[in-house]
């Protein structure tokens, strides 16, 4: 496994300031000792996360996240669920990296549960601290729900409501770490006696402070 020298360069000095061993390019999520790294795995699995500098891209390759989908369907109780690694965006009007997401529930189960989520799970290493933003958001069929909430998680934070029209965003501190640092979110929604099938959710992530962000160079 290539293990690279990284140096942390300080943009305004243009000097390095201090440097950390890339790990990677992806983890084991349960950090467990020597599962710091794994080479991208042949199939996407929640067990396997990338490892990324902050909310930048590496110089040979692009920010990643491990996003989950799962959602209702009319044939089966446990509805569909999908996993894949996605890169991160440029949003050129914001200068800002960012990636969004979104999946739909097709169906009530044949237990009559209408549901849909979306989690996205990394590791980060980071000389400086940095900031995240999560955005989620729920769109509900239409009529009443006679049981239903929304969870909406961000690591250690957790927010829970009943089924309506949500969108909640939290900003978050990472706080520097040599060894990679679990991150996680995600947007769940569910319940039954809709009028129709039709429960949306979203989930967005951010940079906050295009400029404020540390810049990793290979030796």
Known sequence: MLREQLLLTDLDKNKVSNSILRAGPFGLITG????????????????????????????????????????????????????????????????????????????????????????FAFMTQAILPFDV???????????????????????????????????EEKIVTIQPSVLPRNFFTNIDAGGSLFDDNNLQVKLKIEQVEKAALPHFNRI
């Open 133 to 167: 933003k999560v955005t989620a958001t729920v769109n509900p069929p239409g009529g009443e729900s006679r049981e239903g909430d929304i969870t909406f998680r961000v690591n250690d934070y957790t927010s829970q409501s009943s089924i309506s029209n949500f969108e």
């Open 32 to 119: 467990a000792a020597g599962g710091f790294f794994v080479s991208p795995p042949e199939i996407p699995s929640e067990a396997f996360v990338p490892i990324n500098c902050a909310m930048n891209n590496w110089v040979n390759d692009s920010w990643k996240t491990m996003c989950r989908k799962s959602f209702s369907i009319a044939s089966s109780p446990e509805g569909e669920i999908t996993t894949e690694y996605l890169s991160i965006n440029f949003n050129r009007s914001t200068g800002r990296n960012e990636l969004e997401q979104e999946t739909a529930s097709t169906g009530l189960s044949p237990d009559g549960f209408l549901g849909a989520g979306i989690r």
